[in-house]
Protein backbone atom coordinates (compact mmCIF):
# COMPACT_ATOMS: atom_id res chain seq x y z
CA UNK A 1 0.00 0.00 0.00
CA UNK A 2 1.54 3.40 -0.57
CA UNK A 3 1.72 6.33 2.06
CA UNK A 4 -1.23 8.14 0.80
CA UNK A 5 -3.56 5.38 1.16
CA UNK A 6 -2.37 5.10 4.91
CA UNK A 7 -2.54 8.12 5.21
CA UNK A 8 -6.08 8.88 4.58
CA UNK A 9 -7.37 5.83 6.03
CA UNK A 10 -5.90 7.21 9.42
CA UNK A 11 -7.50 11.28 8.72
CA UNK A 12 -10.88 8.94 7.98
CA UNK A 13 -10.33 7.22 11.56
CA UNK A 14 -9.60 10.64 13.08
CA UNK A 15 -12.58 12.36 11.28
CA UNK A 16 -14.80 9.51 12.64
CA UNK A 17 -14.08 10.07 15.96
CA UNK A 18 -14.47 13.24 15.86
CA UNK A 19 -17.94 12.95 14.46
CA UNK A 20 -19.17 10.09 16.37
CA UNK A 21 -18.10 12.91 19.91
CA UNK A 22 -20.37 15.43 17.92
CA UNK A 23 -23.05 13.31 16.93
CA UNK A 24 -24.70 14.26 20.08
CA UNK A 25 -24.55 17.97 19.95
CA UNK A 26 -25.98 18.36 16.30
CA UNK A 27 -28.62 20.57 16.13
CA UNK A 28 -32.13 18.77 14.33
CA UNK A 29 -33.33 20.52 11.19
CA UNK A 30 -36.88 20.21 12.49
CA UNK A 31 -37.99 23.63 13.95
CA UNK A 32 -41.18 22.30 16.14
CA UNK A 33 -37.96 20.19 17.83
CA UNK A 34 -35.86 22.21 18.04
CA UNK A 35 -38.38 25.10 20.01
CA UNK A 36 -39.29 22.45 22.32
CA UNK A 37 -35.72 21.88 22.70
CA UNK A 38 -35.06 25.23 23.88
CA UNK A 39 -37.86 25.37 25.93
CA UNK A 40 -36.22 22.94 28.08
CA UNK A 41 -32.74 23.48 28.06
CA UNK A 42 -31.75 25.54 31.04
CA UNK A 43 -29.18 27.93 29.40
CA UNK A 44 -30.74 28.91 26.42
CA UNK A 45 -30.98 32.56 25.01
CA UNK A 46 -33.49 33.50 22.27
CA UNK A 47 -31.00 33.73 19.48
CA UNK A 48 -32.27 31.63 16.56
CA UNK A 49 -29.69 29.12 15.47
CA UNK A 50 -28.96 31.02 12.20
CA UNK A 51 -27.72 33.98 14.05
CA UNK A 52 -25.56 31.78 16.58
CA UNK A 53 -22.10 33.08 15.51
CA UNK A 54 -20.59 29.78 17.35
CA UNK A 55 -23.17 27.70 15.89
CA UNK A 56 -22.06 29.26 12.41
CA UNK A 57 -18.73 28.11 12.33
CA UNK A 58 -18.75 24.90 13.41
CA UNK A 59 -18.12 22.92 10.25
CA UNK A 60 -18.48 19.41 9.26
CA UNK A 61 -14.64 17.90 9.48
CA UNK A 62 -13.47 15.56 6.71
CA UNK A 63 -10.76 14.16 5.79
CA UNK A 64 -9.52 16.83 3.96
CA UNK A 65 -8.98 19.10 6.85
CA UNK A 66 -6.21 16.85 8.51
CA UNK A 67 -4.13 16.19 5.37
CA UNK A 68 -3.33 19.52 4.13
CA UNK A 69 -0.74 18.97 1.33
CA UNK A 70 2.63 20.38 2.46
CA UNK A 71 1.61 21.21 6.16
CA UNK A 72 3.87 20.83 9.61
CA UNK A 73 2.51 19.97 12.80
CA UNK A 74 5.17 20.16 15.91
CA UNK A 75 5.67 18.29 18.74
CA UNK A 76 7.78 18.18 22.04
CA UNK A 77 9.06 15.25 23.58
CA UNK A 78 11.10 15.45 26.98
CA UNK A 79 14.07 13.72 26.90
CA UNK A 80 16.45 12.40 30.15
CA UNK A 81 19.24 14.45 30.56
CA UNK A 82 21.83 11.29 29.78
CA UNK A 83 20.12 10.41 26.41
CA UNK A 84 20.06 14.19 25.67
CA UNK A 85 23.98 14.56 25.99
CA UNK A 86 24.32 11.94 23.89
CA UNK A 87 22.11 13.08 21.07
CA UNK A 88 24.46 16.24 21.23
CA UNK A 89 27.60 14.05 21.06
CA UNK A 90 25.92 12.74 17.53
CA UNK A 91 25.21 16.04 16.47
CA UNK A 92 28.85 16.80 17.02
CA UNK A 93 30.30 13.89 14.91
CA UNK A 94 27.26 13.56 12.23
CA UNK A 95 25.66 17.07 12.24
CA UNK A 96 21.93 15.79 12.95
CA UNK A 97 20.01 17.76 15.35
CA UNK A 98 18.51 16.10 18.13
CA UNK A 99 14.97 16.09 16.43
CA UNK A 100 15.74 15.03 13.26
CA UNK A 101 17.77 11.66 14.97
CA UNK A 102 14.13 10.96 16.33
CA UNK A 103 12.07 11.48 13.22
CA UNK A 104 14.24 9.52 11.41
CA UNK A 105 14.79 6.60 14.23
CA UNK A 106 11.02 6.38 14.05
CA UNK A 107 10.32 6.52 10.07
CA UNK A 108 12.92 3.43 10.29
CA UNK A 109 11.95 1.65 13.25
CA UNK A 110 10.72 -1.79 12.51
CA UNK A 111 9.33 -1.68 15.53
CA UNK A 112 7.17 1.17 15.21
CA UNK A 113 8.18 2.72 18.58
CA UNK A 114 7.53 -0.37 20.62
CA UNK A 115 9.14 -0.48 24.40
CA UNK A 116 12.76 -1.37 24.43
CA UNK A 117 13.14 -5.11 26.48
CA UNK A 118 13.52 -3.70 30.05
CA UNK A 119 12.11 -0.38 29.61
CA UNK A 120 9.42 0.42 32.10
CA UNK A 121 6.00 1.97 30.92
CA UNK A 122 5.99 6.05 30.80
CA UNK A 123 4.51 7.89 33.40
CA UNK A 124 2.07 10.14 32.40
CA UNK A 125 0.65 13.79 33.86
CA UNK A 126 2.32 16.36 35.79
CA UNK A 127 5.94 16.12 36.47
CA UNK A 128 6.58 12.86 34.18
CA UNK A 129 9.20 14.81 31.98
CA UNK A 130 10.81 16.67 34.99
CA UNK A 131 14.97 16.04 35.10
CA UNK A 132 15.05 16.43 31.00
CA UNK A 133 14.86 18.29 27.89
CA UNK A 134 12.81 19.62 25.45
CA UNK A 135 13.05 18.69 22.14
CA UNK A 136 10.52 20.43 19.26
CA UNK A 137 9.54 17.82 16.25
CA UNK A 138 8.35 19.28 13.30
CA UNK A 139 6.51 16.23 11.83
CA UNK A 140 4.94 16.61 8.24
CA UNK A 141 1.15 16.33 8.59
CA UNK A 142 0.24 12.98 6.36
CA UNK A 143 3.39 10.99 8.91
CA UNK A 144 1.85 13.03 11.85
CA UNK A 145 -1.28 11.52 11.21
CA UNK A 146 0.20 7.78 11.04
CA UNK A 147 1.95 8.81 13.99
CA UNK A 148 -0.98 9.76 16.49
CA UNK A 149 -2.73 6.80 15.13
CA UNK A 150 0.36 4.36 15.82
CA UNK A 151 0.49 6.39 19.57
CA UNK A 152 -3.52 5.25 20.06
CA UNK A 153 -3.38 1.60 18.74
CA UNK A 154 -0.25 0.79 20.90
CA UNK A 155 -1.69 3.30 24.00
CA UNK A 156 1.76 5.21 24.35
CA UNK A 157 2.54 8.84 24.36
CA UNK A 158 4.05 9.72 20.98
CA UNK A 159 6.90 11.39 22.79
CA UNK A 160 7.66 7.69 23.68
CA UNK A 161 7.64 6.04 20.61
CA UNK A 162 10.35 8.71 19.34
CA UNK A 163 12.62 7.83 22.62
CA UNK A 164 11.87 4.28 21.74
CA UNK A 165 12.75 4.43 18.46
CA UNK A 166 15.70 6.35 18.86
CA UNK A 167 17.15 4.12 21.79
CA UNK A 168 16.97 1.06 19.02
CA UNK A 169 18.85 3.01 16.04
CA UNK A 170 21.31 4.07 18.33
CA UNK A 171 21.90 1.20 20.32
CA UNK A 172 21.72 3.22 23.70
CA UNK A 173 21.84 1.39 27.14
CA UNK A 174 21.58 3.41 30.38
CA UNK A 175 24.54 4.26 32.07
CA UNK A 176 25.98 1.82 34.70
CA UNK A 177 24.94 2.60 38.40
CA UNK A 178 28.06 2.42 40.70
Request: net charge positive.
Amino acid sequence: MTNETNTSAAARRIAGRISARSKNQEHPQDTTTAAKQRQTSVAHTDIPDSKNRLLGTTARRSTADFTQIGTVKATSVIVPQDIYETMKAIKQEQGIAPARQMLDALRLDKDGGDLNPGDTPPRRGRGSGNGGHSVQIRVPAEEYLNIKELSYKKNLPMSQLFLSAWKRKYKWKPAKKD
